[in-house]
């Protein structure tokens, strides 16, 4: 079956230190997404990238699809400690993916002062 | 407009106790989801619907049942409770025209 792999499965830093996460799946996607889980919290969808080679911007975030549709990934420009939390990536299968997200093992973030 | 909520959020079973997990969504969507969350492993799928009165098996649906009789609820089902799923079960809904998916506040669930 599809599996989504996300490295680092966790990343300690320093506020201010910029942070990546890198997601990789064994099959083509048709679309990834990728969503923040605080604490404690439930996962908040935060993007989704379609095209291959898309990257797009949220503030101090930049989210990236490769050009094969098989990897993702996320930096965070000078962190901060509210970016603390575990970020996932979740892709639907190009090919029989249905109706069904594959969901990444996630990266927890921490933020030290 | 209460998005998606889940009861109970903390429950505590004795292995073989049964019991069921109550999702709700008041955003009139199509889709519903049940994933557990275990360290280190995400989040997996058990069972989704794709509609009042179906369901569909996810990658771990083994010791789960699920319903779907109103299209606003869905309901995760355990009819004999094993220490091997002591998780956090998460629901999550989306619309038949994204696949962005709002999920509830969990259900922390222990089997000792």
């Known amino acids: 079956g599809q599996q989504v792999m996300q490295i680092p499965q966790y990343q300690h830093v320093q506020e201010g230190e910029d942070f990546t996460t890198y997601c990789n799946s064994s099959t083509t996607l048709s679309n990834i997404q990728w969503y923040k889980q605080r604490p404690g919290g439930h996962p908040v969808f935060l993007i989704q990238?379609?095209?291959?080679?898309e990257v797009k911007k949220q503030k101090r975030l930049t989210f990236q699809f490769g050009e094969a549709k098989k990897n993702s990934s996320l930096h965070i420009t000078a962190t901060q400690t509210t970016d603390v939390g575990t970020y996932f990536c979740a892709g639907r299968k190009l090919t029989g993916g249905g109706n069904k997200l594959t969901f990444g093992t996630g990266t927890q973030l921490k933020v030290e002062l | 407009n209460a998005g998606v909520t889940q009861t109970p959020k903390f429950r505590v079973l004795k292995t073989g106790q049964s019991m069921t997990l109550l999702c709700a969504q008041d955003m009139n969507h199509e889709y519903m989801y049940w994933y557990r969350q275990d360290p280190g492993m995400g989040l997996r799928l058990i069972h989704y619907?794709?509609?009042?009165?179906?369901?569909a098996k996810g990658e771990v649906p083994d010791g789960y049942n699920v319903s779907r009789l109103k299209k606003q609820n869905f309901l995760l089902g355990l009819e004999s409770a094993a220490p091997s799923q002591t998780s956090v079960y998460f629901c999550?809904?989306?619309?038949?025209?994204?696949?962005?998916?709002?999920f509830g506040p969990g259900t922390r669930l222990t089997v000792l």
């Open positions: 990238l379609v095209k291959s080679g």
């Open positions: 619907s794709v509609g009042e009165g179906t369901t």
């Open positions: 999550a809904s989306r619309s038949m025209w994204t696949d962005t998916q709002y």
